[in-house]
């Protein structure tokens, strides 16, 4: 493998926003010749599954302005940065649904985009808690929903819903249902 890794040899700032920074980078390529790439540097997330005791799970709906397009999806957030992505799935599953989670199960991670951006979403499993009240962030837009395993996979499977972490994240419950994992 190592005969085709790329080393970085001068990274550049050209945008430093308050989720993102944008870099310019200069990578030295296998054979000694050296290549631009660009980078988006994200601090991570993660996305949770809180199931309720019906065997429903708790979706948001929301306008996301990047796809222009209202979209369905499981609950997600942004890490503060040095935060412990389980710390993150606590505070934003409280944030977005108001229900405190219990027993946390880690389903894997996600690499939305791996050719130039460095989020990795790091996915869990819980069960609702305590109702303790929802939180959304001042800009923050959302509605709430439950579908079964099945309705989702049925979403997904008809088009209309496309996140990557949703449909990552239902193979996955599936999967560790299955296996007696959940």
Known sequence: MDQIKEITRKQTTVYDGHIIKVRLDEAE???????????????GGVGIALE?????????????YGQEKVMLEY????KEPGEDPLTTAKREIIEET?????????LGSLVPTPAYDTEVIELYYARQGK?????LDEDE???LSKLTLDEITQKILSGEVDDAKTVAMTFLIKEFKAGGRL
């Open 29 to 43: 390529l296998p054979d000694g010749t050296t290549a631009p790439r660009e980078v988006v540097v994200h601090p």
């Open 141 to 143: 837009n959302i509605n």
């Open 98 to 106: 108001g229900y405190e989670g219990e027993g946390f199960v880690r």
């Open 131 to 135: 109702f303790v009240g929802q939180h």
């Open 52 to 64: 309720d005791d019906e065997g429903k799970f708790f979706f948001v709906t929301q306008w996301r």
């Open 75 to 78: 609950p997600a957030g942004k």
